[in-house]
């Protein structure tokens, strides 16, 4: 439906400009738009099988989610993600006696490899510090969790965020840091880049 594609980039673009704290916004703009869709509409839905789990796709998103996040500087939140819901995974097939090739199914599909260093790691709308992020991923995991198993429903990780990135303010309070500033970071990177030019031109490395 065209009406329903065009209504999730409105709310995409719009939550970037008027769902703000400060000179923030609150929430990831893409998963904002997704969730209210897919709750909205019978017309939107998310397919979990939709990017498949074929070696060689599960390999690209690792390879490109490792680099977004380290370039974002945002890896710890993507790995204290999985981390936090790979160990739930594990813990419920021990209990449940099943075998461990199901928590490894569940942990190759690449629609949560997407959302775990695509979307979870924007760094505008993560918290500050890392131990705030640890704490974020956390509670995005358990929630997840909650969705997953006890309501059913594969959307639980976009509504997790969704639902917790409000949360981020509170935890920037708790555990403050540097904000992030994409400027800032862009400065760095061609500082590193720099010198790494100059020492190879001047020491031959």
Same mark, same amino acid.
């Given at each position: 439906?065209?009406?329903?594609?065009?209504?999730?980039?409105?709310?995409?673009?719009?939550?970037?400009?008027?769902?703000?704290?400060?000179?923030?916004?609150?929430?990831?703009?893409?998963?904002?738009?997704?969730?209210?869709?897919?709750?909205?509409?019978?017309?939107?839905?998310?397919?979990?099988?939709?990017?498949?789990?074929?070696?060689?796709?599960?390999?690209?998103?690792?390879?490109?989610?490792?680099?977004?996040?380290?370039? &974002?500087?945002?890896?710890?939140?993507?790995?204290?993600?999985? $981390?936090? #819901?790979?160990? !739930?995974?594990? +813990?419920? /097939? %021990?209990?449940?006696?099943?075998?461990?090739?199901?928590?490894?199914?569940?942990?190759?599909?690449?629609?949560?490899?997407?959302?775990?260093?695509?979307?979870? &790691?924007?760094?505008?709308?993560?918290?500050?510090?890392?131990? $705030?992020? #640890?704490?974020? !991923?956390?509670? +995005?995991? /358990? %929630?997840?969790?909650?969705?997953?198993?006890?309501?059913?429903?594969?959307?639980?990780?976009?509504?997790?965020?969704?639902?917790?990135?409000?949360?981020?303010?509170?935890?920037?309070?708790?555990?403050?840091?540097?904000?992030?500033?994409?400027?800032?970071?862009?400065?760095?990177?061609?500082?590193?880049?720099?010198?790494?030019?100059?020492?190879?031109?001047?020491?031959?490395?």
């Amino acid at each position: 439906s065209l009406s329903v594609l065009l209504s999730a980039c409105l709310l995409t673009i719009g939550s970037k400009f008027f769902l703000r704290v400060k000179d923030r916004h609150i929430f990831n703009p893409t998963n904002f738009g997704i969730a209210v869709v897919t709750f909205c509409s019978h017309e939107a839905w998310i397919s979990p099988g939709q990017w498949g789990r074929e070696a060689l796709l599960v390999g690209f998103l690792v390879l490109s989610g490792f680099t977004v996040a380290s370039r &974002s500087r945002r890896m710890d939140v993507s790995f204290g993600f999985l $981390g936090f #819901f790979g160990g !739930a995974l594990f +813990v419920r /097939a %021990l209990v449940l006696g099943d075998p461990l090739s199901i928590p490894l199914h569940q942990l190759e599909s690449g629609a949560l490899l997407i959302f775990s260093f695509f979307m979870i &790691s924007d760094p505008k709308t993560t918290p500050d510090s890392r131990k $705030g992020r #640890f704490v974020f !991923a956390a509670l +995005v995991a /358990a %929630l997840t969790y909650y969705f997953w198993f006890f309501r059913f429903d594969p959307k639980g990780m976009i509504y997790a965020l969704v639902l917790l990135c409000p949360v981020v303010p509170i935890l920037n309070r708790l555990f403050p840091g540097g904000q992030y500033r994409w400027d800032q970071q862009n400065q760095i990177s061609s500082t590193f880049f720099g010198n790494r030019i100059f020492n190879q031109w001047r020491y031959g490395i």
